[in-house]
Every structure is written in C-alpha cells, then in structure tokens.
C-alpha cells in the first residue's frame, strides 16, 4: 500500500479516536435525551457508575484508536491488534451507553459504532 493511502487511513483512525475521547469526557452532557440507563446492563450499573463507566470505556477505545493510528502512519504490524481491541472496545462502548432509545440512535452513538465494526471487519480481514 503506498504511504499516503496509509497516512490518509491513519488520518480517518485518528480523527475516530479523537471523537471517542472527545465524546467520552463529556458523557452524558451532550446528550439530552439520554434516560441514564443502559440497555444492556440493566439496573445492574446505574446513575454516577453508569456514566464513570461510559467514560472510561469511551476513552480507552479513544486511546487504543490513537495508538493503532500512529502503528499505522508508522507501517508497523502492531497497527492490526490494536485496530482490533480499539474498535471492539468502541463497540462496547455504545452497548454500554446505549438506552435502548431507537429514536436517538445516532445522538447516542450508532454511527461511531457502525465506523469500529467497519473498522474492526478491515482489520480482522486484513
């Protein structure tokens, strides 16, 4: 693969890991229409543990994003793994956040889960 197209892919990785990190310090705030509840977890995680835990899971997918961006500007082959654990630890991270509201879908983050499983898909693929 030539390098711009690899520093081009870096680019469009980091800009990903810049949102989760970016969304994630600020969770729920930008969302008004968020219950405060987890679809997925039920009542078993609920109000200010919720949300620590929707931040920390947030920006550690950010972080592990950032890190697979810069292995890849870098053509080194710990960009693959990382592109793995980063874009799975996104798509926990909607499936944590995520209330169960369809209408609000992408306010709560559908479309930078739907970006980690395309992601995720290239890199197991690759």
Do not use: K
């Not at 994003?65 to 996104?90: D, E, F, K, M």
């Not at 479309?111 to 690759?126: E, F, K, N, R, T």
């Amino acid at each position: 693969m030539p390098a711009w197209v690899r520093y081009v892919i870096a680019f469009v990785v980091l800009s990903h890991a810049f949102i989760y990190v970016r969304i994630g310090a600020v969770l729920p705030g930008p969302i008004e229409q968020w219950t405060g509840r987890s679809r997925l977890l039920g009542g078993a995680v609920t109000g200010r543990a919720l949300v620590t835990l929707s931040r920390i899971v947030h920006v550690v997918a950010g972080a592990v994003l950032l890190a697979c961006a810069v292995a890849l500007a870098l053509n080194h082959a710990s960009w693959r793994p990382l592109a793995i654990a980063g874009s799975a630890i996104g798509l926990a991270a909607f499936a944590i956040f995520w209330d169960g509201q369809t209408e609000f879908l992408a306010e709560e983050g559908v479309i930078g889960a739907g970006v980690s499983l395309v992601w995720l898909v290239v890199a197991l693929l690759a």
